[in-house]
């Protein structure tokens, strides 16, 4: 947290070579009102959760080097995330609630979704240890912060955000940026985005993770657009780090509908395909 300043000093000296002059009397309301002023416009600032509270200080968030590390091996393990948008707050803790009762232990929900950052911190207080829980479409270091505040323990950006990207780096938080070309990937890795996503989908789906990821091996792919039910497996044995499920698993007629048995057994069928394949080994 922020620390407050403190309150001024009440030297009269420190204020200018004409302040011996002011009376004492004047001058102690003088401070009052000063100290007083400030710590109300503090005050504000930290209420507000602005996110120029939230990063003042310099590296709020930070995570340790071996929470850092953990959050890379959970992706390596699991390899599958449950990517959530839905239109209504009211469906969204219900939608990854299927999700993860049909085997999901790697989460995200995007900030399209209406009260995604409370959902966040439901589920991560209710599954923490158990099932990662991080955040998507995040588009600037505040979306970043304001997550992060909110219990995500990664990050997940649309597009490849180089300013998001080393917000992160700084504090040790694993980014996951979208990109969609090798060029981008690359670059990604180069500001310290130890996994990059693909997005969104590319012609040659898993064969074009093959060709890429073989010839840039330091690099591992996320791809998200184009992966369903059956070919999640292919992509991950075509050389994926790992891979995102969105619409084909979050069915949003099922949504719609309020058949979230559906939605868990979507992510059963899927899970098993990514358990065929097994956990990676990770590039260190």
């Not at 399209?112 to 923490?128: G, I, M, N, V």
């Not at 090798?182 to 990604?188: G, L, Q, R, S």
Request: glycine letters at 8%; hydrophobic letters at 40%.
């Amino acid at each position: 947290r922020r620390q407050l300043e403190s309150p001024p000093s009440h030297n009269p000296h420190t204020l200018g070579t004409r302040t011996s002059f002011i009376h004492p009397k004047i001058y102690c309301n003088m401070s009052l009102r000063i100290g007083a002023s400030r710590s109300v416009a503090a005050a504000r600032v930290i209420n507000s959760r602005t996110f120029s509270a939230a990063t003042a200080s310099g590296l709020d968030y930070e995570q340790t080097s071996e929470n850092f590390e953990s959050v890379l091996d959970r992706f390596a393990y699991h390899r599958a995330c449950a990517v959530l948008r839905t239109p209504t707050s009211e469906a969204c803790p219900k939608a990854m609630q299927a999700a993860i009762d049909g085997g999901f232990k790697i989460v995200e929900f995007t900030l399209t979704t209406p009260d995604c950052l409370q959902h966040l911190a439901d589920f991560r207080s209710k599954y923490d240890g158990d099932v990662m829980v991080g955040c998507g479409t995040i588009l600037s270091p505040e979306d970043a912060a304001n997550a992060m505040e909110a219990g995500s323990e990664f990050i997940i950006t649309p597009v490849m955000l180089p300013d998001v990207i080393e917000w992160c780096k700084e504090r040790n938080i694993v980014c996951v940026p979208g990109c969609q070309t090798p060029t981008e990937m690359v670059n990604a890795y180069r500001h310290g985005a130890p996994l990059q996503k693909l997005f969104p989908g590319v012609a040659g789906g898993p064969m074009w993770v093959k060709a890429v990821s073989s010839a840039l091996p330091f690099l591992n792919i996320n791809p998200t657009s184009g992966v369903d039910l059956d070919n999640a497996g292919e992509f991950l044995r075509n050389g994926a780090a790992s891979v995102g499920l969105v619409a084909p698993l979050f069915d949003q007629a099922a949504i719609a509908a309020g058949d979230f048995d559906t939605i868990a057994k979507n992510a059963e069928k899927v899970i098993g395909n990514v358990k065929e394949v097994g956990p990676m080994q990770r590039k260190k």
